[in-house]
């Protein structure tokens, strides 16, 4: 794993919320998406941020919706997770897993 | 879709007003708003909205920090300020007048800021300066009554409302409150106040070293005391910290030192040296009498509103007074309260209004002026501004660009500027303290140089708005089609430019015409008196016991005088020449009917010695000078008190009465302007002052053509016989003609040197717009020229457009140029305030300037060689 894609928590959850809500969701689906799974409230400062920074990484991009004219000239962009944004997810989960594996031990030995 | 909450929409909209991204993002908080009103309420979206708002601003803020300071290190930001610098090399004519242009109007403004910074800005430093007020007594039909009092009534006054403490008065008057130090090096004269008891009480403020003078020292036998000014402690006695206790010699008393005040403490005038109580002052010096009046008024109210019950309480006192002493108080029941503040400035605000007017208008010229040059240079750089556009320039860096390049200009100017308005303020102070009396001095002040800097980074700014809004939202196309007419109307523009430049030079020519000619009417002036090989040595005679030793001394002296090989005549007169200082005393004049009529001389009455008349070649309407012989006291009038009091009669039949006696007419004299040059010929009377002990002395000889050696020998033999006798000044007559022009000349020269650079400025401004508008419109007299219109008929054409608006703007100028001529009119002297020399001569000069700076442009019109530019089109 390069350090260029490393992921930070906020990062994976944003990632994941895109995958959660299917092809295409709006920022405010990744919002809603987080703050129900999560319980959490989201900053949007942080969350149009974290997009942003996922973008130059290359692992979300996104698309105007030229149908959508009820916004009062305001776009709404979709975005969709790439390919990369998919592999990362993946190697994040197996680091996460080995780890967990090695882990289990011991949390069980303090339940 | 509903509306947001104000302040978060406002921040969004300063904040992300740029792309799809942006725009997306405020879409998006917008429509979340819309559903949390409905699911939480509409005070719970509020403030989730507004808070949402400020946490994306403040992370795009950060972003654009970021990047900006990336490119700095990527070193876009210098390749941007070398560009400026390049652009800015490559017209560099253009661009050092702009910069010539915009320091000379920021010189100006800074000395003129840092005069009114002093006149009126700073804080008088004296505690709760608000609360003192100079107070005058006036009679009721003098309007140029001083306002002084005489210790008597203003004792009198103190004592009836019980204002022990808060009403003093003082004497202090730089030509005779003067006092002799000896002892201390070779004598010299000492600028001397004398104050009553309440004076430092009133003032509020306490000595630096030892104490001020008080109730305990205004008593005659305990009032050998006196206090120094910070000045004359550090100058004249090397700031000697034992100074105290010690004693000084002045006028011959010996004076303990009790106290050293702070250098601020300037009351009444920077030049007082040393306060002494006011009861050294003695009958020999003013007269102690109820009608003579000379001390100044200065009180402290309770509070700023209170001063309208002081002063009508003091006239109900002035009017018992008046009851009271019939003789010398009948209608003096005015009383005046003027913030000290007002009354301080009083005497320069007319020139400093005329300062700031001149630098206004010069501003305006300056403004006019680079505006247009500037705008006329951003219309030809349109075609440079389209091309970089269309290949893809960033409009936000092309702003940046432009702003840089006129706040550039503007930096460098105002830095100019500011070393301008140091290196002249030295000259400048020195001139506008003598002859307005009123120090301008450019202190490195931090006031200063953020106001020169406020002015210079505004007009830097708003410089590059212009061109830079210009290109803010119009498509590249609009810049390449128009490049040759220019930007959305910027002819227009240019051409008020030009009409504003030229009212304004002809307006300040017209005033430089106006002052020039009442200078040279003032220097025309016949002063009534010869000026050439006459001198005035300035004495103060030593306070004898009586008034006898005085009177001896003073004969004595001139008669020293006269005996001195050379000198061919001796005179003597209390006052000096040209300054005023007559007595005010009030003589009755038998009536046409035979009754008694009082009459006041206006310009007063001046006692002289014989000779006076001779020496200074006064001339005899009719009669003769007094002389020693006279039986009893004599008295020559001049024409102007002849005519108004005796219209058609022999004034030589005439006679004053006074303390009882006669006093013969002996002779009538033109007048001697005794109270300025400038003050035309007022009433006055000359009375031989053989009779009256004063200690101020002005002696006149006249010398042989040339000898200028004379007056060291006068000097010599004086001092043979009286070796501590000071001559406290000696002056050639001729040079006082000089000082009394000092002021106008000064005037004239600045609102010359203010003209002539409007008119410079002007020129200069009317050649770029001119030649802007010729090398615009290159294509099409190219045609005409090529379809065969006549070179004469191009240059009418140009010169007539150019012609029109110079012609209207000298109009526009020189009729607002007559509103300036009756607000300086106080100002002028022998000139009406709408001299038509003057007002034709400006307008004259401007039109000339205009016709030349238009035609060099225009001929080039005319030469231009339609192949070669069609072929470039």
Not at chain 2, 86 to 112: D, E, F, K
Not at chain 2, 233 to 262: C, F, T, Y
Not at chain 2, 678 to 695: E, L, N
Request: hydrophobic fraction near 45%; proline fraction near 5%; include cysteine.
């Amino acid at each position: 794993m390069t350090s260029r894609s490393a992921l930070g928590e906020f990062e994976q959850l944003v990632l994941l919320a895109v995958l959660a809500k299917g092809n295409a969701c709006s920022a405010i689906d990744v919002a809603t998406e987080l703050e129900t799974r999560a319980s959490r409230s989201v900053s949007r400062g942080a969350l149009y941020a974290t997009l942003e920074r996922l973008e130059n990484k290359g692992l979300v991009e996104w698309q105007i919706d030229a149908t959508d004219v009820a916004r009062s000239g305001h776009p709404r962009r979709h975005f969709t997770i790439t390919a990369d944004g998919v592999r990362i997810l993946r190697e994040t989960r197996e680091t996460l897993n080995s780890f967990w594996t090695a882990a289990e031990s011991f949390l069980e030995e303090g339940r | 879709m509903i509306q947001t909450p104000l302040p978060g929409r406002w921040l969004l909209a300063a904040i992300m007003p740029g792309d799809e991204v942006e725009q997306s993002i405020v879409g998006d908080l917008a429509e979340e708003y819309a559903v949390r009103v409905r699911t939480d309420g509409a005070r719970r979206a509020w403030t989730w909205y507004n808070r949402q708002a400020m946490g994306v601003a403040w992370r795009q803020v950060a972003k654009d920090m970021w990047r900006s300071a990336e490119e700095l290190r990527r070193g876009v930001v210098m390749q941007d300020v070398r560009f400026a610098w390049r652009a800015l090399r490559a017209h560099a004519g253009v661009h050092s007048m702009v910069v010539t242009v915009i320091a000379v109007g920021v010189a100006g403004t800074a000395l003129a800021f840092s005069m009114v910074d002093q006149a009126l800005l700073k804080a008088l430093p004296y505690p709760e300066a608000g609360e003192l007020f100079v107070f005058r007594h006036l009679s009721l039909e003098a309007s140029s009554d001083a306002g002084q009092f005489s210790p008597m009534d203003a004792q009198d006054l103190r004592e009836s409302l019980a204002w022990e403490r808060s009403l003093s008065t003082y004497w202090f008057d730089p030509t005779s409150s003067l006092a002799t130090l000896t002892g201390e090096g070779p004598p010299k004269g000492v600028a001397t106040a004398f104050v009553d008891q309440a004076f430092f009480g009133v003032m509020g403020t306490e000595a630096a070293l030892g104490r001020t003078l008080g109730e305990a020292d205004n008593v005659s036998g305990r009032d050998a005391v006196v206090v120094l000014s910070h000045d004359f402690w550090s100058q004249e006695l090397r700031a000697d910290p034992g100074i105290l206790g010690q004693s000084l010699r002045l006028d011959g008393g010996l004076l303990e030192v009790v106290g050293v005040m702070p250098p601020s403490f300037q009351f009444p005038a920077p030049e007082a040296q040393v306060w002494l109580p006011a009861s050294l002052v003695t009958e020999d010096m003013v007269p102690n009498r109820r009608g003579v009046r000379y001390r100044e008024g200065i009180i402290r109210v309770p509070s700023p509103s209170t001063a309208g019950e002081a002063r009508v309480a003091a006239e109900g006192v002035f009017a018992r007074l008046a009851e009271a002493y019939p003789d010398s108080n009948e209608g003096w029941t005015r009383a005046e309260l003027v913030p000290l503040r007002e009354a301080l400035v009083g005497g320069f605000r007319m020139g400093i209004l005329f300062l700031m007017g001149v630098t206004g208008l010069l501003l305006m010229v300056v403004a006019a002026s680079v505006g247009g040059l500037l705008t006329a240079r951003a219309a030809s750089r349109t075609r440079e501004m389209a091309i970089r556009l269309s290949i893809g320039a960033d409009r936000a860096r092309l702003t940046r660009q432009l702003l840089g390049e006129s706040v550039l200009l503007a930096s460098a100017g105002g830095i100019l500027g500011l070393g301008l308005a140091f290196l002249a303020s030295g000259a400048v102070s020195r001139f506008t303290s003598e002859t307005l009396g009123f120090a301008a001095s450019v202190t490195p002040d931090l006031r200063v140089a953020a106001f020169t800097a406020l002015v210079s980074l505004t007009t830097g700014v708003l410089l590059g708005l212009v061109p830079a809004w210009a290109i803010r939202k119009a498509p590249p196309s609009a810049f390449l089609g128009g490049a040759r007419q220019g930007v959305g109307g910027t002819r227009r523009g240019l051409r008020t430019l030009v009409l504003a430049e030229t009212a304004l030079a002809a307006i300040l020519l017209a005033g430089t015409g106006l002052m020039t000619r009442s200078f040279i009417a003032l220097v025309d002036t016949d002063p009534g008196f010869d000026t050439e090989d006459v001198w005035s040595l300035r004495f103060r005679l030593p306070v004898g016991d009586d008034g006898q030793q005085l009177l001896r001394d003073r004969q004595r002296l001139m008669d020293i005088a006269s005996d001195v090989p050379g000198v061919l005549s001796v005179g003597g007169s209390k006052t000096p020449l040209l300054e005023g200082g007559g007595e005010p005393y009030t003589f009755g004049v038998p009536g046409p009917s035979g009754d008694v009529v009082e009459i006041t001389p206006e310009s007063g009455t001046y006692l002289v010695l014989p000779g006076f008349f001779e020496t200074l070649g006064a001339r005899f309407v009719t009669g003769r000078p007094f002389t020693d012989d006279d039986p009893g006291l004599t008295v020559v009038v001049n024409q102007t008190l002849a005519e108004s009091l005796w219209p058609g009669e022999d004034p030589l039949t005439k006679h004053f009465v006074m303390a009882g006696g006669e006093w013969p007419v002996m002779g009538v004299i033109e007048s001697l302007h005794d109270d300025g040059l400038a003050a035309g010929s007022m009433a006055a009377v000359y009375v031989d002052a053989a009779r009256f002990p004063r200690s101020s002395l002005f002696m006149f000889l006249r010398t042989a053509p040339g000898a200028q050696d004379v007056i060291p020998a006068v000097q010599q033999a004086i001092w043979a016989e009286y070796p501590d006798q000071v001559i406290l000044e000696t002056k050639a007559v001729s040079g006082l003609i000089d000082e009394a022009v000092a002021r106008p000349r000064w005037l004239a020269r600045v609102i010359g040197v203010f003209g002539a650079l409007a008119v410079v400025l002007a020129a200069l401004g009317v050649y770029g717009v001119v030649s802007q508008s010729v090398s615009n419109r290159r294509g099409e007299i190219a045609v005409r020229i090529a379809l065969g219109a006549s070179p004469d008929r191009v240059l009418r054409e140009h010169l007539s457009s150019g012609l029109l608006m110079i012609g209207m703007g000298t109009a526009i100028g020189l009729l607002a140029a007559l509103g300036l001529g009756q607000a300086i009119s106080s100002l002028l002297f022998g000139v009406a305030p709408t001299d038509f020399v003057a007002f034709g001569g400006a307008g004259l000069v401007v039109l000339a300037c205009g016709f030349v700076a238009s035609l060099v442009p225009a001929m080039r019109a005319t030469r231009i060689d339609p192949v070669h530019i069609i072929r470039e089109e």
